[in-house]
């Protein structure tokens, strides 16, 4: 088992772990718990009642956060032509098609997310063995397989967040940071929450949200109370 720190081990003592907090009083405590001395990220972890083996149940999406990540993300485009110049003008970081395709085959991985026009993606779905593994592939699910690059790059760079359920029926998505006001963090929340719950599969049957979470990058795990949301 592995040893943890000392403030970890403060921080956890400021958390009642037979207890679900409202939201409000969680993130309240969070960042009492949050003792690093960089300005850690703020998580949110459901455990759903899902069977990501079924296909239909198979939870995946983007959004665009209220109040962004408090993250810049380094966006690389690979598009052709006039994409290229919406590219550029939208703020993309890295903007080409081949050059950069045969960048990457050499190893070079400076950048957070791709986007790709549906036309390039006969030779970037050539990159599926380096790109999957890291959970860089572009995806229509989640917006970065498209021809409207202008709005997928500004989408990004304003704070938009993946989602994905996992093996375990586990979710987790960054909502911010320690710094932020927190309503703005309870507000992020309250937007990643609704929308997994609108996206609810029809054939999840019994509880959909078992537990929630929410935590700093250093900090422990403080319970959500998730009677109002939890889906009946």
């Known amino acids: 088992m592995v040893k943890k720190g000392k403030k970890y081990e403060e921080a956890l003592k400021l958390v009642d772990r037979t207890k679900t907090y409202d939201i409000k009083e969680a993130i309240a405590l969070l960042k009492q718990t949050a003792k690093a001395k960089f300005d850690e990220t703020v998580e949110v972890a459901y455990r759903l009642g899902v069977d990501p083996k079924k296909a239909d149940q198979q939870i995946r999406g983007a959004m665009v956060l209220p109040h962004g990540t408090g993250k ?32 990457i085959n050499q190893g070079w991985f ?29 995806n229509p699910k989640t917006g970065t397989v498209t021809f409207e690059v202008e709005k997928a790059v500004k989408d990004i760079k ?68 998730t009677s109002s949301f939890a889906r009946r």
């Open 110 to 138: 400076d950048f957070d997310v791709i986007v790709a026009t549906p036309d390039m993606m006969g030779e970037v779905g050539k990159l599926g063995r380096v790109l999957g593994p890291k959970g860089l592939m572009p």
């Open 72 to 103: 810049t993300q380094r966006v690389l485009v690979f598009a052709k032509g006039d994409k290229l110049k919406e590219a550029e003008a939208a703020g993309a970081d890295y903007v080409g098609d081949q050059d950069l395709i045969n960048k």
């Open 158 to 225: 304003a704070g938009k967040v993946e989602y994905r359920v996992d093996k375990s029926s586990n979710i987790h998505v960054p909502i911010g940071k320690v710094s932020f006001d927190d309503a703005k963090l309870v507000e992020n929340f309250e937007a990643i929450t609704d929308t997994l719950v609108r996206v609810k599969p029809q054939s999840s049957k019994g509880t959909y949200m078992k537990n929630v979470s929410v935590s700093s990058t250093m900090g422990p795990g403080i319970k959500v109370d």
